[in-house]
Antibody, heavy 117, light 108 residues
Framework: EVQLVQSGAEVKKPGESLKISCQGFGYSFTSYWIGWVRQMPGKGLEWMGI????????RYSPSFQGQVTISADKSITTAYLQWSSLKASDTAMYYCARLDGGPFDPWGQGTLVTVSS | EIVLTQSPGTLSLSPGERATLSCRAS???????LAWYQQKPGQAPRLFIYAASSRAAGIPDRFSGSGSGTDFTLTISRLEPEDFAVYYC?????????FGQGTKLEIK
């Protein structure tokens, strides 16, 4: 079974750094793009960026370019989303998903990030 | 950048009724790159339709997708209680993965 398992919820203060993870199971991790999606409280889905773990080719949505960094470690079948300096407006649920020939399928269970002083 | 606009924002219907959800693109979208997702409260989104009209694995045949160019539709022929959720359309394809703002399908 193809599965993406994300790291647990985080509570951080403004200005702190954070790296959340998404581990893939049950498929060839290096052969599929992984995407990250933000969902702010009570809001819709926003595509942040994608990475191809095979060669670490990374593409960002213009809205998130320079705001986050997407990376991957294929040796442990894990993709990452990281911030160098969190803001309160980064409070959201973050999902990873495998790009199955284009559409996002399946999705991870989500990681809730709360940024509050 | 392509913008996807979904309508209506909220759709109130009863079980057994037919639901029609719309997704309009600001520029023409290849039907090969249009998907629909369902999201229930507290859950991750789930792929329902891809390539505009192909059902994902395990999706009941009461769900159907159609459309081309700038106008796409998700139709649920007879609503079941478990179908009430938020539905998002998405234009996908390497660097272009825009989502619509969602339609909430609620029980009337």
């Amino acid at each position: 079974e193809v599965q993406l398992v994300q790291s647990g919820a985080e509570v951080k203060k403004p200005g702190e750094s954070l790296k959340i993870s998404c581990q893939g199971f049950g498929y060839s991790f290096t052969s599929y793009w992984i995407g990250w999606v933000r969902q702010m409280p009570g809001k819709g889905l926003e595509w942040m960026g994608i990475i191809y773990p095979g060669d670490s080719d990374t593409r960002y949505s213009p809205s998130f370019q320079g705001q986050v960094t997407i990376s991957a470690d294929k040796s442990i079948t894990t993709a990452y989303l990281q911030w160098s300096s969190l803001k309160a407006s980064d409070t959201a649920m973050y999902y990873c998903a495998r790009l199955d020939g284009g559409p996002f399928d399946p999705w991870g269970q989500g990681t809730l990030v709360t940024v509050s002083s | 950048e392509i913008v996807l606009t979904q309508s209506p924002g909220t759709l109130s219907l009863s079980p057994g009724e037919r639901a029609t959800l719309s997704c309009r693109a600001s520029q023409s979208v290849s039907s090969s790159y249009l998907a629909w997702y369902q999201q229930k409260p507290g859950q991750a989104p789930r792929l329902f339709i891809y390539a505009a009209s192909s059902r994902a694995a395990g999706i009941p045949d009461r769900f159907s997708g159609s459309g081309s160019g700038t106008d796409f539709t998700l139709t649920i022929s007879r609503l079941e209680p478990e179908d009430f959720a938020v539905y998002y359309c998405q234009r996908y394809g390497s660097s272009l993965n825009t989502f619509g703002q969602g339609t909430k399908l609620e029980i009337k």
